[in-house]
């Protein structure tokens, strides 16, 4: 059985804004398991930094609770949550590094309070900067450092009390694309080979799919949808977790360029597509179309591998007279393919 190791029961966040009453939280459930890469993606304002602050109990809850490695945060004297939150590492967007201290200056910074002699800390710092790959730059300064470095560094740091629990809180987000990859792949590695639960707070599906198991999907300080990655990409229940999963494939920004030419193809109905498991590997637009005798044209397309899943997207458009295109599409629907028609609100003459 799978030990849990962050709940959140029935938890509400409320304060006060210009004597106003506003809830940031509103009665959030969270359960994230030992050895997880649980992500929260939500847009700004959904209340993602304020449950983040949850786990550490830097911000309180105004009801609810919070139990993390087993202990109810809100039962701790002020040395016990000290004590819990050292279990507790996190990086952030901006690297947060002490510009005057050298890399291995500020690996060692949060061991300073521990009773281990200079040389002891040294080589604990020296083991953390093998593992995200910079001991060349242990010498360096910061400033001398790109923006994947530092981030390096902070999570070298953020390691340093040997936690059980790393959040990154948009960690990737000040980083370019392939920077990006670069950090969340040397976090899917982080996870592995300690068994570091990661909290991965982002507000972008692009980062959910690439390495959590598991996703919460945020609005206005609810958690709306959450389950496995490859089960809320697959079959989203909620409008926004189908907008973040359009935006992460790129389906969006494809039906916006289709959109602005729509009209120079014969108002051909247009459908998207969607194939999940076996299903990418077969030829069943091809099938589908010599048997009901249509003529297919594919606008777009996309394949992507979530936890060992295959998803594929394609926009689809369809020629021949309009009882064979609907046989075409129950062809399809019966293969187990999602079939959506977009653009209904334009006329279409099928």
Do not use: W
Not at 31 to 45: A, D, K, L, M, R
Not at 244 to 267: C, M, Q, W
Not at 318 to 327: F, R
Request: charged share 20%; with cysteine; hydrophobic share 40%.
């Amino acid at each position: 059985m799978t030990e849990k190791i962050i709940e959140l029961k029935d938890v509400v966040v409320d304060f006060y804004h210009d004597r106003q009453l506003r809830r940031a939280l509103d009665h959030v459930d969270l359960t994230v398991c030992t050895g997880e890469i649980f992500g929260i993606v939500g847009y700004s304002g959904a209340g993602k930094s304020t449950l983040v602050r949850l786990i550490n109990y830097l911000q309180q809850p105004s009801s609810g609770e919070i139990i993390v490695n087993d202990q109810n945060l809100a039962t701790l004297n002020n040395q016990g949550l000290q004590k819990a939150r050292q279990k507790i590492g996190m990086i952030f967007q901006h690297f947060n590094l002490m510009k005057s201290r050298t890399v291995i200056n500020n690996v060692e910074f949060p061991l300073l309070s521990k009773k281990i002699s200079a040389n002891e800390r040294r080589e604990k710092a020296m083991e953390l900067l093998d593992l995200v790959g910079l001991s060349d730059y242990a010498e360096v300064y910061p400033d001398q450092l790109s923006g994947g470095q530092k981030q390096r560094v902070a999570i070298a740091r953020a390691l340093a009390n040997e936690p059980d629990i790393l959040i990154s809180d948009e960690s990737t987000s000040a980083l370019d694309p392939k920077t990006t990859v670069s950090i969340l792949k040397l976090l899917q590695e982080l996870n592995r080979k300690l068994n570091l639960t990661i909290v991965l707070i982002t507000h972008e599906m692009q980062v959910i799919q690439t390495i959590c198991h598991k996703v919460a999907v945020m609005e206005k300080g609810k958690v709306i949808e959450q389950g496995s990655v490859s089960e809320i990409f697959t079959q989203p229940k909620q409008s926004l977790t189908q907008e973040f999963i359009d935006t992460a494939s790129n389906v969006r920004e494809a039906l916006s360029r289709i959109r602005s030419t729509y009209d120079e193809r014969n108002k051909q109905p247009l459908y998207l597509l969607k194939f999940v498991g076996e299903t990418t590997n077969q030829a069943v637009v091809t099938d589908m179309a010599q048997q009901f005798h249509l003529s297919a044209s594919i606008l777009f397309a996309n394949v992507d591998q979530i936890n060992q899943l295959t998803i594929g997207v394609l926009v689809l458009a369809l020629a021949g007279e309009k009882d064979q295109i609907l046989s075409g599409i129950g062809f399809l629907e019966k293969q187990g393919v999602q079939v959506t028609r977009v653009f209904q609100e334009q006329e279409m003459v099928v």
